[in-house]
């Protein structure tokens, strides 16, 4: 997968149609396309390019997959989300529902060069 920096792709579209050109049948049809190409990039899944942290108060994961989750306390710690409930397995100790303020996920497995 490759990504892109939408953002910029739609400035740079919409750059080239704002210049100042004739009014010509191309120059409309010109126009007219890129604005179709700029919904059709605004209407992609965005993908975060690195992972962020999430406070729990904007939203909870939706999957119960491990996450890397920041504690009241301050800890890091790896933790899921089940069933309305955080469970973390700390380095010494087995935490059922941890107040948890944040979360982020997992980074990708690493898979050598390919």
């Not at 604005?35 to 992972?51: G, N, R, S």
Request: charge should be negative; aromatic fraction near 8%; hydrophobic fraction near 35%.
């Amino acid at each position: 997968m490759r990504l892109i920096d939408a953002d910029a792709l739609i400035s740079e579209l919409l750059r080239g149609i704002n210049a100042d050109t004739d009014r010509s049948v191309q120059t409309e049809f010109t126009k007219s396309l890129c604005m179709l190409l700029c919904k059709a990039i605004e209407i992609q899944p965005t993908i975060d390019a690195e992972p962020h942290w999430i406070p729990c108060s904007e939203r909870l994961p939706e999957d119960d997959r491990s996450k890397v989750v920041t504690l009241a306390n301050g800890i890091t710690e790896v933790g899921y989300y089940s069933n309305g409930d955080w469970w973390c397995i700390g380095d010494t100790v087995t935490l059922e529902n941890p107040t948890v303020i944040a979360w982020m996920p997992l980074p990708e497995p690493y898979r050598g060069e390919e």
